[in-house]
């Protein structure tokens, strides 16, 4: 109980941080490189610290009682899957890493939007959010976030093995081999991206009184990139992949908490490493034969005049 | 919005942009080359700024390991001239380049010869920048360090031009920021479109495998690549360290967000692009109206995001033709 | 419903094990937790804090620590983001088994680590933390870092007193700063209720350097006051490029730019800032220069603000310490009780600091009576003074 009271905090976290790895595992069973999660995210936040400390929402919250604790998650979702359409549409015409760049604008662009506007608190944010039913200590929060994991990993999993999963691995593996059959992409694409949204939006609606403060720091740039380093240090190709990766990531600068100023360095230089031997992530690397790589292990250079094009098989 | 005031706000874009676009250049060398984003390269822009400043100053303040070390008791011998500062700039790039260098051999070589990922050289680079960003602040600390006056010689502050009744007014140090900027990308397209090396680069660039058919040593045209790079980026920082001061370990890699913007909105790949890109963003902060500042930062993503739906690649890139 | 009772015996389970293993005696050196930013963007402000707290380490156990037994502090980092707070506190209280903890260094990080401190019944004194509603977190947070309230109308004041012709005032602040975010609705109402005309605010980020629109801007409107609420290195360049691009007018500075941080920025062009301090190194009392005169020998130059704030910090809870200590030998306490007993005495005592008296109301609010307005001096290029405006 000790060790929960200790390390509760970190091991929500893991779970939460891997939640995020996988949204952004999400658009990439479609082959779609998006760093949007940490908007979603953010947003989520935001939606569940207005409803639980705005005081337009008391009345919501009196007649609910912890019922308003769900009910901020189904609206983190809606809101959040809905804007993920909105944005979608015109960004999943993108390819590759300019898909990448367009969802990073939009994350930095809603940051901009969150210091600014006054529902969200400006700078300082929004504070003093209740817990979530009643909760006292931080590892109470694996009662949120361990039975999210498992529902996500069982609709990934039914996901992969529907029609719409063999849609997402045929736009993967050849977009315009998928059109040419009769699957369109773009629809299946947005789906993709939705369904990152939508679960990024859960997670920070989860995440607001779990750290009980909610600010414009919560989806930044920096995060973009850290999911992304989780998903490639994960492995890109099973929802085991960001999930582990997310939780190591995250547990590592912890875990390096006792080498003081130094531990940031090692952070950085087991990031460095494992990018050098576990090309493959690692789960990739865990499985018994090593699969044969379907993407091209080097960006194909014959297309375009300046600069290696990234096409969706690269990515 | 009166001539005045609109030229005043060209020349702000300008000076704005030619910062984003110093950033930029090296940071689209590497990925015209190699095809790669390289996060380490606002860490290398940020040693070249500090290493200028150790030879040029060399005296550190009161936190990190050289706390209270001073390097020259009597002064550097650089100190005090604009051609003092020339050389430490010089220097100060070189080793940034030899950095480079040692980057690409550790984190990115072992990589390509693995057929790696690319993607994965983000999370590479994003590591080395982890790595010397934070050796940085254990060495001398995260305050901020200036260059000592001087450097640009007896230079006014400000310059200043007269339009009738009103006066438009730029600050000396942009100038010359605008003015290598322009120097630095003129020079790289001589050396990209008329040299040998140009043209081994190029043939790397397009297609390695080839190219080391042809007996181009690969190799060596990316460590040349990283070379240039690193002193591209030491000399920016720099020259951008001399306009604001360092502003601590994370002066460079605050810059790589927009950056990225930059080489984005320029076309990905193009070097001229970098440059039209980050004078564009420029200039489309400093005409935001005074009342909606607050929304400056947002303005280069919007524009991004707009950019990319209508002209995905970008202003100068050119259209990939999609593999069938 | 089920789940939730549950939960709800975990939580019995929890609580009685926690009280099993709080049953030990307090450690000799006594253990005070330090998380503030050692790492990340913020460390600028966070490394201050850790000299200041190491200084006071040194001090105050080199002066007999708790009536002889000796402070042993316990740094934890809490990098510059929420959960690197939390996990420093839960660090810090667990496993460091600290009797309170000084920090963190934000007020956006205070919003998400002291829950936990005062649900563990933990002591917490903010070193940094000025936003609105730190000390009403609970029962168990208080501050020593005064909300600037009180400070910035002294400044404005101040800047009149020197040129009473001043009509037209130009304010910019920080937008991504909470601090500076709350600090500038201070001087804008002053400005206001001082009868002079708000003609321009502007807004930028602690990130950026480039200041050319905003300094356009401001020349744009002849103002005769430029108001600045930012950090060292943002608030330094914006003053800098000012006076480079011609503005001739005054310059008040905010309490963020209370720092000697702020000279290799601006350089020169720093002297005759008018700057508004939490704390003055000119402060007279006995308990600020006895701290002056051994910090500048050990380190060269005055202490700063978030130095003497993290000082202080340590020091209110080592007073404490010994008014306990008094009562009952400090290693004859468990620690659940300690911590209780230190929060309460806490808030009780008053405090001879660097930053002057002070005490707390019941929330935790810290009753600061001296602050203070100063004009910063350069000497040369690098070095300057804070000289005291009265």
């Known amino acids: 109980m000790e060790f929960l009271q200790q390390y509760g905090f970190l091991m929500a976290t893991m779970l939460q941080q891997g939640l995020l790895g996988l949204s952004l595992y999400a658009p990439l069973m479609a082959g779609q490189l998006s760093l949007a999660s940490p908007g979603f995210y953010a947003l989520g936040g935001y939606i569940a610290a207005v409803i639980l400390t705005n005081p337009a929402f008391a009345g919501w919250r009196d007649a609910l009682g912890y019922g308003i604790y769900p009910l901020t998650w189904l609206l983190g979702a809606v809101v959040c899957g809905l804007l993920g359409v909105v944005v979608g549409v015109p960004a999943l015409r993108l390819r590759g890493i300019y898909l990448a760049l367009a969802t990073i604008a939009f994350v930095e662009i809603l940051r901009v939007l969150a210091l600014n506007l006054s529902i969200t608190g400006g700078a300082v944010g929004l504070f003093g959010i209740p817990q979530a039913f009643g909760f006292v200590d931080r590892w109470q929060y694996l009662w949120q976030f361990l039975p999210l994991l498992i529902l996500t990993l069982l609709f990934f999993h039914q996901l992969s093995r529907s029609r719409t999963g063999r849609a997402f691995r045929a736009i993967r593996e050849d977009e315009l081999a998928a059109d040419a059959m009769g699957v369109p992409p773009t629809r299946y694409k947005v789906l993709a991206f939705v369904i990152g949204a939508v679960l990024a939006g859960i997670v920070g609606s989860m995440s607001a009184p779990f750290l009980n403060t909610w600010n414009a720091k919560q989806g930044t740039f920096d995060a973009s990139i850290a999911y992304l380093a989780f998903v490639l240090i994960g492995g890109s190709r099973s929802m085991w992949g960001p999930l582990l990766g997310g939780a190591l990531l995250t547990a590592l600068p912890e875990v390096l908490r006792g080498l003081a100023d130094w531990r940031l360095v090692i952070n950085g230089l087991v990031l460095v490493v494992a990018s050098l031997y576990l090309p493959q992530g690692i789960v990739g690397s865990l499985g018994r034969k090593p699969k044969p790589p379907i993407r091209p292990s080097a960006p194909p250079r014959d297309e375009g005049p300046v600069g290696p094009p990234y096409t969706p098989e690269t990515l | 919005m009166d001539l005045s005031s609109f030229l005043q706000n060209v020349l702000n874009g300008l000076a704005i942009g030619s910062v984003y676009a110093l950033f930029a250049l090296g940071y689209t060398l590497i990925f015209s080359i190699l095809g790669i984003i390289n996060f380490a390269h606002g860490a290398v822009f940020t040693l070249g700024a500090y290493f200028t400043y150790t030879l040029i100053s060399g005296q550190f303040e009161n936190n990190g390991l050289l706390k209270g070390v001073n390097l020259f008791p009597n002064g550097s011998p650089l100190a005090g001239s604009a051609w003092g500062f020339a050389l430490s700039a010089l220097v100060g790039s070189v080793l940034a380049g030899l950095v480079a260098v040692v980057i690409e051999r550790l984190a990115f070589r072992p990589m390509r010869s693995r057929g790696a990922d690319p993607l994965l050289a983000l999370v590479s680079s994003l590591g080395v920048a982890l790595v010397i960003v934070n050796l940085i602040q254990i060495l001398v600390g995260a305050e901020s360090y200036s260059f000592p006056d001087g450097i640009y010689g007896d230079l006014p502050g400000a310059l200043l031009f007269k339009l009738g009744k009103k006066t438009i007014i730029i600050r000396t140090v942009q100038v010359i920021i605008f003015g290598v900027s322009m120097v630095l990308l003129l020079i790289l397209g001589l050396v990209i479109g008329r040299t040998r090396t140009g043209k081994a680069l190029r043939a790397v660039a397009e297609n390695p495998g080839t190219a080391s058919l042809l007996g181009i040593s690969v190799d060596r045209f990316i460590v040349i690549t990283f070379f240039l790079a690193g002193l591209l980026g030491g000399l920016a920082g720099t020259l951008v360290g001399s306009s604001f001061g360092i502003a601590g370990p994370y002066f460079g890699v605050t810059y790589g967000l927009k950056g990225l913007a930059v080489i984005v909105l320029g076309g990905l790949g193009s070097i001229p692009g970098a440059v039209l890109g980050g004078l564009v963003i420029g200039l489309a902060e400093a005409f935001v109206p005074a009342d909606y500042s607050a929304y400056n930062q947002a303005v280069a993503f919007a524009l991004l995001f707009v950019i990319l739906l209508v002209r995905p690649q970008g202003l100068l890139g050119k259209l990939q033709i999609q593999k069938v | ?390």
Request: hydrophobic share 40%; proline share 5%.
């Open chain 3, 1 to 390: 419903m089920r789940r939730l009772s549950a939960v709800h015996t975990l939580n019995l389970l929890a609580l009685n094990l926690l009280v099993v293993a709080g049953a030990q005696k307090i450690a000799s050196p006594v253990p005070l937790g330090i998380a503030v930013a050692q790492t990340s963007n913020t460390a600028l402000l966070g490394q201050e804090q850790v000299i200041g707290a190491k200084f006071a380490e040194q001090f105050i156990n080199g002066r007999g620590g708790i009536n002889g037994t000796p402070i042993k502090l316990v740094f934890q980092d809490t990098g510059g983001d929420e959960a690197g707070a939390i996990n420093a506190f839960q660090t810090l209280i667990s496993k460091d088994q600290v009797v309170g903890i000084v920090g963190p260094t934000l007020s956006q990080q205070a919003f998400s680590a002291d829950p936990i401190a005062d649900r563990a019944k933990v002591p917490v004194l903010g070193p940094s933390n000025t936003a609105k509603g730190i000390p009403q977190i609970g029962e168990f947070i208080a501050r020593v870092s005064a909300p600037v309230a009180v400070v910035a109308p002294n400044a404005v004041r101040q800047a009149l007193k020197i040129d009473p012709k001043i009509k037209k005032v130009a304010v910019l602040y920080a937008q991504n700063d909470a601090f500076s975010t709350s600090e500038t609705g201070t001087f804008q109402q002053t400005v206001k209720d001082q009868g002079l005309t708000l003609a321009t605010v502007q807004k930028f980020q602690t990130t950026d350097n480039d200041f050319t629109t905003q300094v356009t801007a401001v020349l744009g409107e002849n103002v005769d006051l430029v108001i600045i609420s930012g950090l060292a290195n943002d608030g330094g360049n914006l003053t800098k490029q000012l006076r480079q691009l011609g503005y001739k007018g005054l310059i008040i500075g905010g309490n963020g730019m209370n720092t000697s941080n702020m000279f290799p920025v601006c350089q020169k062009f720093c002297d005759g800032v008018i700057i508004a301090q939490a704390y003055s190194p000119a402060q007279p009392s006995a308990a600020n220069q006895v701290f002056v005169k051994a910090y500048t020998a050990q380190y060269k130059k005055p202490p700063p603000q978030f130095a003497a704030q993290a000082y202080t910090g340590v020091q209110v809870f080592v007073d404490a310490l010994r008014v306990i200590d008094r009562k009952k030998k400090i290693t004859e306490w468990t620690l659940p009780e300690l911590r209780i007993e230190l929060n309460r005495q806490i808030l009780l005592g008053k405090y001879k600091t660097p930053l002057g008296d002070i005490s707390f109301d019941k929330d935790g609010e810290v009753i600061q009576k001296d602050f203070y307005v100063a004009q910063i001096k350069m000497k040369d290029a690098k070095t300057g003074s804070f000289v005291y405006l009265k």
